[in-house]
Each structure stands twice: as structure tokens, then as C-alpha cells.
């Protein structure tokens, strides 16, 4: 699902104007499909009262109130901040009053309106939309707090008013919302945390023009449907060929968990064949716990970390390699440093760059740019601080400006890591991930997210939806991990248990 900013929204409805659709069509439709969406939740909703403001957003409610009148739902309306000025939303709020529907002014007759809000069962927010600015006062404090107060169940229109729609900070007063409808598409505030769990169930209603066509968004919210589409059924015929060989070159003598994890991840993700290369000294803690992969032993340095003599006996691997992992639990040595420039180099199919292998970038990262084949690099927040030479921005719109134009600059796929995971490609569009959870806050998380790329990529997929895949279903795993034995209890071995029936659930809906 697309998210756009306040100022894409506008340009959004200009270009459906533009493609003939009237803003009046447009209101009606948003107005209409709210209502149905609230009739078709399924509750026992008698008495409906909406919250109409004096902009367009009011508008958009008084559409709804006569919508839901003819459903046979009782309708009473509030006009918050007295009659409407929109010339749009005022001539809704004619139609309206043309259809008798029971409609009070909150500035006239408050303890009336009060007396509908508390008698409702199901209570509209239409009192601002995305153009909301400052804070809650006066009058409006009030009609907020009692608002928020009742026991209906509560509906937002575009977003919950107080929540200004460019922002993800919470501010002190608000219209708390069990559903926000929000139009077109989802804004900022609906998509990043805290203000997206504000925002309770969030509903999309269209408005009458295709969101495929979209000139201008801050980036896309990866959903299941998109993720799924990504896969395609198995032949018949086919055999371990058919997906791929993916090489992972990770690990050392002191990380011997790095690339068990990532060479467990790309066979549980369906790699035809997976081929583990590390430093020989690293074997019998590697070889205890992998039976799927084959081996390629390399030659170490003192500390237990490939050597430089490593480059000869991977250059084989890599030229018969679909794709390539480097950098897992690998250190910054001279060894690894070898490894990495022979890879920026001569190799020629998708190189996913994760941890060390981001570290040992960050001095030299122009490199980037002379390199033709696909290439990601997955960082960490502190990874990509060592990466820019710069702190990474905290809000949702600077890490996503941020991904975006080091995408574009340095022509890589970019997996910036944290609470709603940054994927962006190399013409700066960017996905946003909506799965995970606090307890996978924990090492070799990202070993494991490294090796579900590896494996989708190693079997044809396109490394940037390769990327956007593994985020959504590592993500994914943590979930149900977390739900079977707790965020605490969530470990990266607990999730890789969890793929199965996450690819299980792609495959039935093929």
C-alpha cells in the first residue's frame, strides 16, 4: 500500500481531477465507501453520530451520514466548529440537512450534542483531515476528551483528528480511533509507530481513480499479496538445479554461529544447492550443527579469519554461485578486505554486503559505483552511521529520504534495519516493512535475514524483491515466534523454525 505525504495527497487528487474525475466525485466516492466500510464491520450499530468539521474531511462525513441513513442506521450529526465552509463540504451539509437527518451545532447547543455522542454506539471522527496543524483547543479539547471517553466503537475519517498527518510523534490530545478510513492511500502518521498504533484497525477506502498510477509517494508499505506475488509454483520436473546455488562466505573462528545461521536460512528458503565457504579453524563448531550444505574450507589467518590466500579458493565458488552473502561474522581483516575487493570486482551476479562487509566498505564506498551487477548492502543503524559518516535521522521520513538517496547515488539496493525496516533500490523507490517485533532484537537476527536473501535471490528473484521478501518473512517469523514463546523467548534458531509455514502459506494461495 502506497503512503503519501500531505502535499503528494493534494497532488494525487489534482491528478485525478485531471483525468476527469471532479473533486465533488471524488468526496462522494471517499464519503460512500467510508460508510460501507462501517456498515460491513458487522456491528450492532443503531445510533451512528458523526463529528463533521468546516473542511473537506466534514464533508466526507456528511456523504457517510446519508449514506449510512440509507441503510437504515439512525444518524445524528455534530457540526464541531459550526457550519462548514468548504464550498464542497457545505453542499454535502445542504444534502444532508435535505434528507432530515438529526444535525446540532456543538458551538450552539453542546449539551444536545453530548446527549447523541453518549447514546451512540458507534461514533465518526470527520472533524479534520491530513491538513490538521498545531494542537487541540478550546472547545475542541472538550469535544475530544469526550469523544474519547464513551464506550461507542469509534471510526477516524483519513486520520484521527490531532494527528497531524506528516508526523509519527503522538501529540498530547487526539481522537482516539478502534478504525481510521483512511482515503486513497495511507498517510505518514498511519504507518509508522507510535501514531500508526493510535490508529487502530486502518481501512483503506478508494476514491474513485487507480493508486498503479501514482507520479509521487513517500514509499510503498509491503504487504502479504505483494510479497506472494513474488513466488512462482515449482515444475514438476524440476530438481535441485532448477533453484539455484547460493554461496555464503561468512564466519570466522570467533563467530562460528554467523554462518550457520545464514547458510541455514538459505536452505530452509529453498536454495537448490547451498555452499558454506569459511575459514578451515571454524570447521567443528560449523560442521556440528550444518548437514544440508556443502563445505569450502579456506585458508585462515592468526586470528582465525580468512586470509588473503582465501581469494584463490573462492574464486571457483563465486563464478558457479547464482548469488553470493559476504560479510556475516567475518571481522576486518586484510584477508576479508581481499575477499571484499575480488567480490566488488570480478564477481558478476547479485552480492548481498551485510555487517563486516558493510564495515570494510565504509572507507572506500565510490567503488559502489563502478560496479554493473545488482548489489545490496543490509545495515544496521550503527553500520549505516559508519557507512555516511553521519547519525542516522531518528523520524520516518529523513531514514526514508536517507535510504532512498544512497540508493540512487551509489546505484545498490539498501536494507536500512531498525523498527519498520527501510528496503530502497537504485532509483530511490522505497519499501517499508510492516512485520517484526521487539524480540528480534537479538544477535544473529540479521545472520539469518542475510541467508533468506541469499537464497531468494540465489533462485532467480530479482535481488531487490529478494530484499523486500526477506524483510516481510523474517519479519514475519519473529511474529509467530513471539507468539509461541514470547518476544523473550523469540531467538533467531526459533524463528527459522517458523519459515516453513510461512512459504507453506505462500504456496497454497499460488
Not at 348 to 361: F, K, V
Request: glycine share 10%.
Amino acid at each position: 500500500m502506497l503512503v503519501f505525504t500531505e502535499e503528494q495527497m493534494r497532488k494525487e487528487e489534482e491528478r485525478g481531477f485531471l483525468s476527469g474525475i471532479s473533486y465533488e466525485q471524488m468526496m462522494r466516492t471517499a464519503g460512500e465507501n467510508a460508510a460501507d466500510l462501517i456498515d460491513g464491520k458487522g456491528l450492532s450499530l443503531r445510533r451512528v453520530c458523526i463529528l463533521c468539521g468546516k473542511g473537506k474531511n466534514g464533508g466526507d462525513g456528511f456523504v457517510a451520514a446519508c449514506r449510512l441513513a440509507e441503510r437504515r442506521h439512525r444518524v445524528s450529526v455534530v457540526l464541531a466548529m459550526g457550519e462548514p465552509k468548504d464550498e464542497l463540504a457545505r453542499k454535502m451539509y445542504e444534502e444532508a440537512k435535505s434528507r432530515f437527518l438529526s444535525i446540532a451545532d456543538y458551538t450552539k447547543d453542546e449539551e444536545l450534542c453530548l446527549d447523541w455522542m453518549e447514546k451512540a454506539d458507534c461514533l465518526v471522527d470527520a472533524v479534520f483531515g491530513i491538513g490538521f496543524r498545531g494542537e487541540l483547543s478550546g472547545s475542541l479539547r472538550v469535544l475530544a476528551e469526550k469523544y474519547n471517553a464513551a464506550s461507542a466503537y469509534r471510526v477516524a475519517l483519513d486520520i484521527p483528528s490531532g494527528i497531524p498527518a506528516d508526523q509519527n510523534e503522538l501529540p498530547a490530545q487526539y481522537f482516539h480511533t478502534d478504525m481510521t478510513i483512511t482515503m486513497h492511500g495511507l498517510k505518514p502518521a498511519l504507518a509508522f509507530a507510535p501514531t500508526e498504533k493510535a490508529c487502530g484497525d486502518i481501512q483503506v477506502a478508494d476514491i474513485g481513480f487507480s493508486l498503479s498510477e501514482a507520479s509521487a509517494y513517500l514509499c510503498e508499505k509491503t504487504e502479504f499479496s505483494r510479497v506472494k506475488g513474488f513466488f512462482h509454483p515449482r515444475s514438476e520436473t524440476s530438481h535441485k538445479g532448477s533453484f539455484g546455488r547460493a554461496l555464503s562466505i561468512c564466519g570466522s573462528y570467533s563467530m562460528p554461529g554467523a554462518p550457520v545461521l545464514a547458510a541455514r536460512a538459505a536452505v530452509e528458503c529453498g536454495a537448490g544447492l547451498t555452499e558454506a565457504a569459511f575459514p578451515e579453524p571454524a570447521y567443528p563448531a560449523i560442521a556440528s550443527k550444518l548437514t544440508e550444505p556443502i563445505f569450502l574450507l579456506c585458508d585462515a589467518d592468526e586470528n582465525g579469519a580468512f586470509s588473503q590466500r582465501s581469494v584463490e579458493r573462492l574464486r571457483f565458488a563465486v563464478e558457479k554461485a547464482n548469488a553470493v552473502l559476504f560479510g556475516c561474522g567475518v571481522g576486518t581483516g586484510r584477508g576479508c578486505e581481499a575477499i571484499l575487493r575480488f567480490l566488488l570486482r570480478e564477481s558478476h551476479g547479485p552480492l548481498i554486503l551485510d555487517a563486516d562487509g558493510i564495515n570494510l566498505l565504509a572507507a572506500n564506498k565510490d567503488v559502489l559505483k563502478e560496479r554493473s551487477a545488482p548489489t545490496l548492502l543490509t545495515p544496521h543503524p550503527g553500520e549505516m552511521a559508519r557507512l555516511t559518516g553521519t547519525a542516522i535521522p531518528v523520524t520516518a521520513w529523513e531514514r526514508i529520504r536517507l535510504a532512498s538517496d544512497f540508493a540512487k547515488e551509489y546505484g545498490v539496493n539498501l536494507l536500512l534495519k531498525g523498527h519498520r525496516t527501510l528496503i530502497a533500490d537504485p532509483n530511490g523507490r522505497v519499501f517499508c516493512n510492516p512485520t517484526g517485533n521487539a524480540g528480534m532484537a537479538t544477535g544473529g537476527s540479521g545472520d539469518l535475514l542475510a541467508g533468506m536473501i541469499l537464497s531468494f535471490a540465489s533462485q532467480g528473484m530479482p535481488l531487490f524483491q529478494a530484499a523486500v521478501a526477506g524483510a516481510y518473512l523474517h519479519g514475519a517469523a519473529g511474529d509467530l515466534a513471539a507468539k509461541r514463546w514470547s518476544m523473550m523467548g523469540t531467538t533467531p534458531t526459533r524463528m527459522l523454525d517458523c519459515i516453513p509455514s510461512l512459504l507453506s502459506k505462500i504456496e497454497e494461495e499460488m
